[in-house]
């Protein structure tokens, strides 16, 4: 079976990250990815999607289409990069491909996962493309959901089991059967399923993750510094303007009336959280500067430059510039 034939020049993107973590998987598999890899997919935060092409491409002519779901094991080799412990920090699965969707709306992906039912140990999904665009490839599909089991893998779960329609794909892909899929070039709906959630182990400790350690402005009242620290625990999911009250041990209208005493919002203090948490990847982490926001829980780059150069006065990319430290 032929690989899918490349696709014309196109101006959309794909994730560097994904594709550095199915470089990884491909050497893992003993493939060699170096002839295919995008130039500098280190340094950016996105990459062609025909850049992206060309490798799955390679892995299907050196593995065959049974590799392509088991790249996806490549990720645990980048346990320290913001995006992974971003989406590594997931409290279940709702919560993992809830922080994956929003991952495909800040790099603007032309696919994008549809939940179409979950339950406590199984999962339906459809990998379509946004209005107006052609379906993704049965090999773009493959990969993705190979990830996705990878992410699922990093925070706990165990059995993990995944098909494309009724062919299996992972962790024992029948790869003649995902050769036939292909010839039909029709989108087919994920199942995935894995052990109860009280059998998941505990996920990898992220310790050793640099992480940021945020510090609230210390004008701040006690009240509204705690508030920045419950916020500040995990920006890709902050939690609701109720929520954060009930964590606080209030009602929504008692913090917004103690915040506002002391100039703040609720939306003021998470602003800042946001911009401390992207100066801190900014200046200790070679992170590209998209991913920076991504991790920092902006909802798309140009919302990350807007924000932070109206608090900081410098774009993100003129700040790391101007105060990273050199080593």
């Given at each position: ?29 003993g493939l060699n990815p170096d002839a295919t890899m995008p130039l ?230 998470l602003s800042e959280a946001r911009c401390r948490s992207a100066s ?48």
């Open positions: 079976m032929k690989p899918p034939a490349r696709q014309a020049p196109t101006t959309d993107f794909a994730s560097a990250a994904m594709v550095r973590v199915l470089a990884q998987g491909m050497r893992e598999l500098a997919a280190d340094q950016r935060a996105t990459v062609s999607i025909d850049e992206k092409r060309l490798l799955v491409r390679s892995a299907i002519e050196q593995g065959g289409w049974g590799c392509l779901a088991l790249l996806g094991r490549g990720l645990h080799g980048y346990a320290q990069e913001p995006t992974h412990i971003a989406l590594a920090s997931a409290r279940d699965a709702r919560d993992l491909f809830n922080r994956w969707a929003r991952l495909e709306q800040y790099i603007h992906s032309r696919h994008r996962i549809d939940l179409l039912g979950l339950t406590e140990c199984s999962a339906r999904i459809a990998h379509r493309a946004r209005t107006g665009l052609p379906p993704p490839l049965l090999a773009e599909s493959l990969v993705v959901l190979g990830v996705l089991v990878a992410f699922l893998e990093a925070v706990g779960a165990t059995q993990v089991t995944t098909w494309v329609g009724d062919v299996p794909v992972y962790p024992a892909p029948d790869p003649h059967a995902l050769a036939r899929l292909a010839q039909q070039d029709s989108p087919a709906e994920w199942r995935m399923a894995w052990a109860p959630a009280n059998a998941w182990r505990e996920p990898p400790l992220m310790g050793a993750a640099p992480a940021p350690h945020l510090e609230p402005p210390q004008t701040w009242p006690a009240h509204a510094q705690q508030c920045f620290s419950t916020l500040s625990k995990d920006l890709m999911a902050p939690l609701t303007l109720p929520a954060l009250a009930e964590a606080q041990g209030e009602a929504p209208r008692s913090l917004q009336r103690n915040l506002s005493r002391a100039g703040l919002s609720y939306t003021h203090v801190w990847w900014l200046l200790k982490s070679p992170a590209p500067i998209a991913e920076v926001g991504f991790v920092s829980g902006y909802a798309d780059q140009p919302h990350f430059t807007r924000d932070f150069r109206t608090r900081v006065g410098l774009t993100p990319l003129r700040f790391r510039t101007e105060f990273a430290a050199v080593d």
